[in-house]
């Protein structure tokens, strides 16, 4: 979708600012996006002053990441204005859930696509700047040392209050081929830890072979000059033994497993529409930790659903209690509209959200402050990620944790082997630091 005339001759390659908001597919989408500007021969990711197409990868989930992107769109009006030929792309979950109307609504809008089928987009382009172009352009070696690489798009689940399975569609998986291909690339252009990425990734289902997620593990696991691989976001439905096989037995696969469970309480799970129970919940929790050595836990939780007793919300303190998580989300719950959960009261008081919210989060200070604690005195792995001012080099271990290296002691792109000397619940103090790759 668009408008006429779009954008005028220009002599030149266009340049291209990439913006985005909101899920980790979004970032997915914004590396996979460049990647396509450079193969039309466009350059991408410049600096939003020097390009002359800003695209918008926007977010739908939560009204404020809306508003956010409406108030990016008005930053970028004056923008537009201050240069003829300039012009304004959207794509993203906003896109698909808005449609036409958002070309109504934003006069300035030029173009609008669905991020999943970009082709429409791009032949538009390509016939007003065949002429500007030389061909595709090498796309430079990444400063990114971490990157998404998804693997599947949709969701068959329908959770009652969430909006994914209406803006992103059916589950769809990639080819292991074809995925596989991804992530040699982007080591080849020096990413060293790839995050596998799907609404639901543990339902990964090769279309030709049939195969799932851990054989997709096993195959990116073998990618020479990867160190670590991760994946997002497992559904408990589908988190299954040999799962948690290939996450011991695979050498880059990271002891992370991020297994959303929402709330404690059986009912509460059946008004989400969840699928599973609360003791089934806690099985495969079990059965993972048992199987992974040193595994970290991290998980999703809404409070204040519609109807949520005190009760049912004393079922999600428990199981928070007994779990111990690393590291916990914690949600207030907010309508989305169009979805099951829309038809029910919103009647859980903001008041009261915040309250479950802040007792929550209190709790699991303490627990990530122990789990941090009884790292003390042990020997980590961290990825380097940057060095603060202070000279401070900072990455993360296999755990996801965040951990701080002495300083002078490492660049960004090594990997290291340290002490932990301190830890509270958000990082740990690493010293008596060594090379490890
Ligand atoms: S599994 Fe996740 S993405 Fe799918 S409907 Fe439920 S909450 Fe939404």
Redesign the pocket.
């Known amino acids: 979708m668009g408008r006429e005339p779009i954008v005028p001759r220009l002599g030149r390659p266009p340049r291209v600012h990439l913006w985005h908001i909101g899920c980790q597919m979004n970032d997915a989408d914004h590396l996979q996006l460049a990647e396509c500007f450079a193969e039309i021969g466009f350059i991408p990711d410049v600096a939003l002053e020097d390009a002359d197409i800003a695209v918008l990868i926007s977010c739908a989930v939560r009204s404020n990441a809306e508003q956010k992107v409406y108030g990016k769109f008005k930053e970028l009006i004056p923008w537009k204005k201050a240069r003829p030929g300039r012009a304004i792309a959207l794509t993203g979950c906003m896109a698909v859930e808005h449609g036409s109307a958002l070309l109504q609504r934003m006069a300035d809008l030029d173009y609008m696509f669905d991020v999943r089928e970009p082709e429409g987009f791009f032949a538009r382009l390509q016939s007003l700047h065949g002429g500007d172009v030389d061909g595709p352009v090498t796309m430079p070696a990444s400063d990114r040392l971490l990157a998404y690489v998804p693997v599947m798009g949709g969701?068959?689940?329908?959770?009652t209050?969430?909006?994914?399975?209406f803006v992103?569609g059916r589950e769809s998986s990639r080819s292991t081929a074809e995925i596989v291909g991804d992530v040699r690339r982007l080591v080849d252009r020096g990413v060293r830890e790839i995050t596998l990425l799907g609404?639901?990734v543990n339902s990964y289902r090769d279309p030709q072979t049939n195969t799932g997620l851990p054989e997709l593990l096993a195959a990116v696991d073998a990618v020479p000059g990867l160190w670590r691989l991760r994946f997002l976001?497992s559904?408990p439905r589908n988190a299954v033994p040999q799962l948690f096989e290939a996450m011991r037995d695979l050498p880059t696969v990271c002891e992370q497993l991020h297994l959303?469970v929402?709330a404690g309480d059986d009912e509460l799970l059946r008004r989400m529409?969840?699928v599973y129970s609360v003791a089934e919940y806690r099985e495969k929790i079990a059965v993972a930790r048992a199987t992974v050595p040193d595994l970290a836990l991290t998980t999703d939780i809404i409070v204040g659903f519609s109807g949520e007793t005190e009760a049912e919300f004393e079922g999600t303190v428990q199981l928070l209690r007994d779990v111990e998580y690393d590291v916990v989300h914690i949600q207030a719950y907010s309508v989305r509209p169009g979805t099951a959960a829309a038809r029910r009261p919103d009647d859980v008081p903001l008041a009261e959200k915040k309250r479950r919210l802040n007792h929550l989060l209190q709790i699991q200070r303490g627990i990530a402050g122990n789990r941090n604690r009884a790292l003390l005195d042990r020997r980590v792995e961290v990825l380097v990620e940057g060095v603060a001012v202070d000279g401070r080099a900072y990455g993360r271990t296999r755990q996801g944790k965040v951990a701080w290296l002495p300083a002078g002691s490492a660049r960004a792109g090594e990997m290291h082997v340290g002490r932990v000397a301190a830890a509270n619940h958000w990082q740990l103090d690493l010293d008596t630091v060594s090379s490890a790759a």
């Open positions: 969701c068959n689940e329908m959770c209050y969430c909006i994914v399975p992103r609404q639901n976001t559904h959303p929402q529409r969840r």
